[in-house]
């Protein structure tokens, strides 16, 4: 049997205790794959488990194959945006003062400078007409401007900025879980009890919807690490600033709020415990070399836009 055999399920029992208990009757690979470099992957993180879904194939050239591409336009504003706004919140934790507005904007332009001469000094940044480098820079301080309106008023008080939090589904596995969470709160509770919470920033063509923040694989990964340290938080809010484009004008902002119950808690556990055995499987009956399983061709991530492997792949352009 090779190293990717897969560790025992678990019997459920009548409350969970431990994160393979949440995983429970589901096969999980005691190792993940060997990447490029030939070092077996040890991190699941959200955005990888995302990509998975999305696509298996780009999961595969990214991750396996080590194929990287620049980040667009919009990932870099959005980047530097979070880099002002968890400043903000990391100087209010440490100092228990506020930076200004003109503050944080000065912050802001010194992380473009030195973050844009980090990505043009290995791949670039794949600007386009819509959002080119002039454009997204002003978007960015019009962005940090409307956080300080409508969004930080709300967040509540920090309690920690981008911490790492990290745990594996059960403890013989090789791998691991992994999330940085953009910032920790405390807020009033709707009976005025103090109430914890995680925030996340982010920078969008459109606004989350509640149902879209409900079902949300980020959400339900960021709270099931907190519940699984044993310091549960009661809530996960999304603080979202929407660009202005076709259908907005202006730029608009607003924040949406989800929460987990113990059920949806082991059910985005049970899934990533799943696409860690798929990940296996594929890899042992199709190797680092073959396609693994391509997108939905509806998708609008499965375009010569949104995908940089589309021209050259069988699911997208075809061969």
């Not at 998975?52 to 990287?68: A, D, F, L, S």
């Not at 973050?115 to 819509?130: I, P, R, T």
């Not at 594996?168 to 009890?193: F, K, M, N, S």
């Not at 809530?235 to 660009?243: G, M, N, R, S």
Request: proline share 7%.
């Amino acid at each position: 049997m090779s190293d990717l055999a897969l560790a025992p399920a678990r019997a459920s029992t009548s409350g969970p205790q431990t994160a393979a208990d949440l995983a429970a009757r589901i096969p999980i690979p005691t190792r993940l794959p060997i990447r490029y470099d030939g070092e077996h992957l040890r991190h699941l993180s959200p955005s990888s488990y995302a990509k998975w879904v999305t696509c298996p194939e780009t999961w595969r050239r990214h991750y396996i194959k080590g194929e990287r591409t620049p980040p667009s336009g919009a990932m870099f504003l959005g980047g530097r945006v979070d880099d002002a706004l968890s400043a903000y919140h990391r100087h209010t934790l440490e100092s228990g003062t506020a930076l200004t507005l003109e503050q944080v904007q000065e912050h802001y332009r010194e992380c473009w400078s030195a973050e844009l001469a980090v990505e043009q000094a290995k791949l670039g940044v794949d600007w386009d007409h819509e959002l080119n480098q002039k454009a997204a820079f002003e978007l960015g301080l019009q962005a940090i401007a409307l956080a300080f309106k409508d969004l930080l008023p709300h967040v509540g008080q920090p309690v920690a900025v981008q911490r790492k939090v990290e745990f594996a589904l059960a403890p013989e596995l090789q791998w691991t879980i992994l999330c940085y969470l953009d910032l920790e709160t405390v807020r009033p509770g709707e009976r005025g009890e103090a109430t914890p919470a995680v925030v996340d920033y982010k920078v969008k063509n459109s606004l989350i919807s509640q149902d879209g923040a409900d079902r949300d694989p980020q959400a339900g990964l960021y709270l099931a690490g907190r519940w699984l340290e044993g310091r549960p938080a009661s809530e996960f809010t999304f603080a979202q600033i929407a660009k202005p484009g076709k259908r907005r004008k202006e730029m608009g902002a607003a924040l949406v709020t989800t929460r987990r119950s113990a059920g949806q808690l082991r059910g985005v556990l049970a899934r990533v415990a799943l696409a860690a055995s798929q990940i296996a499987d594929c890899y042992e009956r199709l190797g680092p070399d073959e396609p693994w399983g391509f997108a939905d061709p509806t998708s609008w991530k499965c375009s010569r836009r949104f995908c940089h492997a589309w021209g050259r792949c069988p699911g997208g352009r075809g061969l």
